[in-house]
């Protein structure tokens, strides 16, 4: 009878606290630093309009007087230390004909005032990342042409600040939590295949399984908190993207009220209606007049894509009445896939699907708990049988449910992104993940003294399960990867250009990981039959797939804002802990090895002869 030791407790609760700490750190650090979105807008617009061409060249003169007085300044130096014998040093003249450079560079500008699109976002990035202490890549300047893009930017940056915290839940949760209900696979697997050599430690999968109905309540709890608005891992839950319309007189509260209806009545009953964007706006372009739809404005500057200032003229159309009046227009932030997505993705369906998951999995996981007590309780065959029907059930269960649960709450991050391949390469990750736990867990017990019985044979379909299934899971990598970059279409291309540009480190470390790694290890036969290689492998093949659900989960939601410090690391060990201390802690409920299986003595005696 196994009991859990006080140092894996110890362990345990001190890897919860040290997550409870950093993820106490990382919300706190998120609400500390929230900027809303009106102060963004505001932000935005403020250092816009400073930065048009008059102020420009206004700032160019302030540079050039401070280059003029500062070379000024350092000539006299010069003079002074020379006067005192002093040798000017080869540093001290680059340094100032590097200054006169300069001065002279921008005095070309201001003569000439050619100053591009590029030039001038810089600046206005640069200012805003000042103000509101926030960081942009250069990607993301480089592609900003207008303001709006700069706001887009401006707020993608504080929303992924926010998320990292639910980000950091979300991968711990699903990584444990899908590798329990894999573990449950390679548990029914057993009794479907009527596999023999495995009999003995069919209590560890058993185990790992016992996180399933922790790890499913805190995904339905995240699901909620996002169906209330809470975190926006889920961004097509925002009404935002599914509605054509919006209030224009609630656009500036935290609610907006959005609409699909061309006619929408108000809480006061007043009919509010769409009204022409020549009645609300004060300017138009002058070279779009002769356009089919005019563009209207009411900023009095407009830069085009293209970062070209065009030219405005007053709208003869603009009704200040009606501008100043409730009204509906046009939502900007209309996103026509995620909205002809929303049969399948919207929230109540969504919350039911997840449900039916969960209770579906620990349903049949508690029957196949329940057959194979029974078994070592009362003996017989009869258990045995009842064991191997609701495998058979849960193997077919799982083989649909593990792909839609991926769609949902994995490919969903990335709404306008699609793969068929994706539900099996993920079960592919989690399964191989479950295969190195229970090997990893089951060396561990051998060397504590329990599962004496087993011998290298045993290490040997370990090692073969942890090679095969790398090299599965590499193959649907790699058939993924190929047949999207193949094929070029733009809403499947652009999940690998983002992981491509933001997270190429961490992609190339986990594939070398998870395929590298245990492909050379394992390859040879002596390598599979030693304890410790497998072991080592193991805890590779886990923190490799870690990375894999990492990537997977973050850059739908932090985008190429993302972090790998003390709020995720934190998180994944507090996680980490939490399933250690449940898995041992049902191990230590029940003797460790089943000594009514029916195919316990085959198990015992299994070897693979080696010719």
Request: aromatic letters at 16%.
């Amino acid at each position: 009878m196994y009991s859990i030791t006080k140092n894996i407790k110890r362990t345990s609760f001190l890897l919860i606290f040290i997550g409870i700490i950093c993820l106490g750190f990382g919300f706190f650090e998120s609400l500390s630093s929230h900027v809303s979105d009106k102060e963004i807008k505001y932000k935005v617009n403020e250092v816009y309009k400073k930065y048009n061409k008059d102020l420009n060249k206004s700032s160019l003169e302030d540079s050039l007087n401070f280059y003029q007085k500062l070379h000024d300044n350092l000539i006299l130096e010069r003079d002074s230390i020379m006067r005192t014998n002093f040798v000017q040093s080869e540093g001290y003249t680059n340094w100032l004909t590097n200054l006169t450079k300069n001065k002279e560079s921008i005095e070309i500008k201001i003569s000439e005032f050619e100053l591009n699109n590029s030039d001038v976002m810089l600046l206005i990035f640069s200012e805003i990342e000042k103000d509101l202490n926030c960081h942009f890549t250069s990607s993301e300047i480089e592609k900003a042409k207008d303001k709006e893009d700069i706001y887009v930017a401006t707020k993608h940056y504080f929303h992924a600040k926010a998320q990292r915290p639910w980000s950091s839940i979300l991968w711990s949760n699903l990584f444990f939590l899908m590798v329990a209900v894999a573990a449950g696979l390679w548990w029914a697997i057993q009794y479907v295949a009527k596999a023999g050599w495995s009999a003995m430690i069919l209590r560890v999968p058993q185990a790992i399984t016992s996180y399933i109905p922790y790890g499913g309540f805190i995904m339905l709890l995240l699901i909620i908190l996002a169906g209330l608005h809470w975190n926006h891992i889920y961004h097509w839950m925002d009404d935002s993207l599914n509605n054509k319309y919006v209030v224009e007189s609630t656009l500036e509260s935290d609610y907006p009220v959005y609409t699909n209806e061309e006619v929408y009545i108000d809480s006061n009953g007043e009919e509010l209606t769409l009204v022409d964007e020549s009645l609300i706006n004060k300017y138009v372009v002058e070279s779009s007049l002769d356009f089919d739809y005019p563009i209207y404005t009411n900023e009095e500057i407009y830069i085009d894509p293209n970062g070209e200032e065009l030219k405005l003229i007053k709208n003869l159309n603009y009704d200040s009445i009606i501008a100043e009046s409730s009204y509906l227009k046009k939502n900007s932030d209309y996103d026509y896939i995620v909205a002809n997505k929303s049969i399948y993705l919207n929230f109540p369906f969504f919350l039911i699907r997840s449900i039916i998951y969960i209770l579906g999995w620990i349903w049949m996981i508690s029957l196949m708990k329940k057959y194979s007590y029974n078994e070592d309780r009362l003996g017989g065959k009869k258990w045995y049988q009842k064991s191997f029907k609701v495998s058979v059930a849960f193997v077919l269960f799982l083989g649909l449910t593990s792909t839609t649960a991926a769609w949902d709450w994995v490919m969903s991050i990335d709404p306008h992104w699609f793969s068929t391949l994706f539900g099996w390469y993920s079960l592919a990750s989690f399964f191989i993940t479950a295969c190195a736990f229970i090997a990893a867990i089951t060396i561990y017990l051998m060397y504590k003294g329990h599962f004496q019985s087993l011998n290298n044979s045993h290490m040997h379909d370990f090692g073969r399960y942890l090679l095969a299934f790398s090299i599965f899971w590499t193959y649907l990598w790699f058939a993924q990867y190929m047949l999207i970059w193949y094929a070029n279409i733009p809403e499947e291309v652009v999940y690998y250009q983002e992981r491509y540009e933001f997270y190429k480190p961490l992609l190339l470390i986990t594939l070398a990981i998870n395929f590298l790694a245990p492909f050379f290890l394992l390859m040879d036969r002596s390598a599979k039959r030693s304890k410790g290689t497998l072991l080592f492998v193991a805890i590779l093949i886990i923190i490799g797939h870690a990375f894999d659900v990492f990537i997977m989960v973050m850059p739908g939601t932090m985008h190429s804002h993302w972090h790998l410090g003390y709020v995720e690391i934190g998180t994944f060990l507090g996680f980490l802990g939490f399933f250690i201390l449940i898995v041992f802690t049902s191990l230590s409920k029940r003797q460790l090895v089943q000594k009514n299986h029916p195919m316990l003595g085959e198990s015992k005696h299994h070897e693979i002869l080696i010719h």
